[in-house]
């Protein structure tokens, strides 16, 4: 783990052996509205609870993410009737009748408990691709709106969605818009802040309150893309002092002369 967070700091990769599971014989995609974020939690917890073993993806889109997503698709909508937020579920496994009895079973019991408010339940490979698309198009989408500020971070369930919602508060409409997605099972959300062109008002109206916002409620900064180079200053609202040192530390152990990835995370 020491290595692979290095971002090749710590040495170079000379060969990679791969153990690859078996690819599954049933695959199954959902997508359902949700009227609160929280409504989106309790189906997140459901579906653990439902499909157990076979539940393999759980997305969250908010709803302004959905719309600018179908503009740009150029797609007809899917689901019946537009909504706050949306999540997209895919089940993996061995037995397809036995999958789609489990996701029909989750899916009446999501219903009953006013969890969800609307879905469908792809019937086809097409129809699967199309309800990914949606979701997977989002970066490409945001781009041809303006400039975009992406930050990748991981917060806990409570605070997931605040952080989108202190945002908007902080940030006038008028200057840009704010968009959000994610991995709920990863606890990871991108949050995206788009405005027609690069604005230093913008930045600052963002940071450092995003990272500061993460290290409060004991999130990350960085949530799976890594540090990178215009994080490091950020890095000590999560890691103490005393672990930054002993990074430093094993850096120059390994790297004495600092050719591995030099000046990365450690400029000086």
């Known amino acids: 783990q020491l290595f692979i967070g290095a971002e090749g700091s710590l ?126 198009s989002l970066s490409e989408a945001l781009t041809k709106e303006g400039y975009v500020y992406k930050y990748d971070l991981s917060l806990p369930y409570e605070k997931f969605y605040t952080i989108v919602e202190e945002l908007k508060e902080r940030l006038p409409a008028s200057l840009a818009s704010v968009y959000s997605y994610g991995h709920v099972g990863d606890a990871n959300i991108h949050l995206n802040i788009v405005s027609p062109q690069y604005s230093e008002e913008v930045r600052n109206i963002i940071e450092p309150w995003v990272y500061e916002f993460c290290a409060t409620y004991g999130g990350s900064v960085s949530a799976e893309h890594g540090i990178g180079q215009m994080k490091t200053k950020y890095l000590p609202l999560n890691k103490s002092e005393a672990h930054v040192k002993y990074l430093k530390e094993i850096k120059r152990i390994f790297d004495p002369h600092s050719i591995l990835n030099p000046r990365k995370m450690f400029p000086e």
């Open 11 to 136: 040495g170079v990769v000379t060969g990679v052996s791969i153990q690859c599971p078996a690819k599954p014989e049933s695959v199954q995609v959902a997508m359902f509205n949700c009227e609160t974020f929280e409504r989106v939690l309790d189906t997140f917890r459901l579906s653990r609870q439902s499909l157990g073993e076979i539940l393999s993806a759980f997305e969250f889109v908010d709803g302004p993410s959905y719309d600018l997503s179908l503009k740009h698709k150029q797609i007809p909508n899917p689901m019946e009737q537009s909504s706050p937020f949306y999540v997209l579920i895919e089940t993996s496994g061995s037995n397809e009748s036995h999958d789609r009895e489990k996701l029909f079973d989750f899916l009446e019991k999501a219903t009953e408990r006013e969890c969800v408010s609307n879905g469908i339940i792809a019937s086809d490979n097409t129809q699967m691709s199309d309800l990914w698309n949606l979701r997977e």
